[in-house]
């Protein structure tokens, strides 16, 4: 129940293409889900979260899909570029209490020049 | 940039030396977490503190011990290190209020020999 899973393990785009990685839950009390992006030596950054009540969030180039009914949400990077390659992770919790973050296993995406 | 800051960056260790990962935040986080990763995969969680004298495990279990006895400080303490334990140790903190970004050190990646 506490699960979440994430897919593809690895992707490679070409530049001005788009990404999408996909991820599943389990726990239907998760109510936030965020992206992380993570570089070599470096600790995972912020990249943008959703709440259950919207369907779908965008920053620039970089939006979230979310189906409820589905337990499903991806991330879309659109026009990828070469400094998007990184390893991301997606991940669920509960928007109170702990607020304990369940991480997915992680796409390492290239992109390609 | 999140300030948070983990010492050392490297630690290369014999087998049953006894060390501590330090971690601490300056942002007047009450939430603290440490994860652990292996290069390039999933994050799981070993310790988590909801504030001052509190402390938690994490979904992962763990031998290595936390304490909080100031908000902006949390370190992890092994008592006597095992190759096992050879991976990256992650700290994170964030805010009590709901769907708060969770804000990660760069991380120690521990070697034990």
């Known amino acids: 129940q506490q699960q979440v899973k994430q897919s593809p393990q690895s992707l490679i785009v070409q530049k001005g293409g788009i990404s999408i990685i996909n991820c599943a839950y389990e726990?239907?009390?998760?109510?936030?889900f965020p992206w992380y992006q993570q570089f070599p030596g470096k600790g995972p950054a912020l990249l943008i979260a959703i709440r259950p009540d919207v369907s779908e969030k965008k920053e620039g180039r970089f939006t979230i899909s979310f189906n409820k009914s589905a337990k499903q949400f991806s991330l879309h990077i659109m026009d990828s570029q070469p400094g998007d390659s990184a390893t991301y992770f997606c991940a669920a919790s509960r928007a109170q209490g702990a607020q304990k973050l369940v991480f997915g296993q992680g796409t390492r995406l290239t992109i390609n020049p | 940039e999140a300030d948070i800051y983990q010492t050392p960056r490297y630690l290369v260790i014999g087998t049953g030396k006894k060390i501590t990962l330090e971690c601490s935040q300056t942002?007047?986080?009450?939430?603290m977490y440490w994860y652990q990763q292996d290069p390039g995969m999933e994050l799981h969680l070993i310790h988590y503190s909801y504030g001052v004298n509190s402390t938690e495990k994490g979904d992962l279990s763990s031998e290595s011990t936390v304490s909080r006895i100031r908000t902006e400080h949390f370190p992890l303490t092994l008592e006597s290190a095992r190759p096992s334990h050879t991976s990256q140790y992650l700290c994170?903190?964030?805010?009590?209020?709901?769907?708060?970004?969770?804000?990660f050190g760069n991380g120690t990646r521990l070697t034990v020999t």
């Open positions: 994170a903190s964030r805010l009590s209020q709901g769907g708060s970004p969770l804000h």
């Open positions: 726990n239907t009390a998760f109510d936030y």
């Open positions: 942002m007047g986080h009450d939430k």
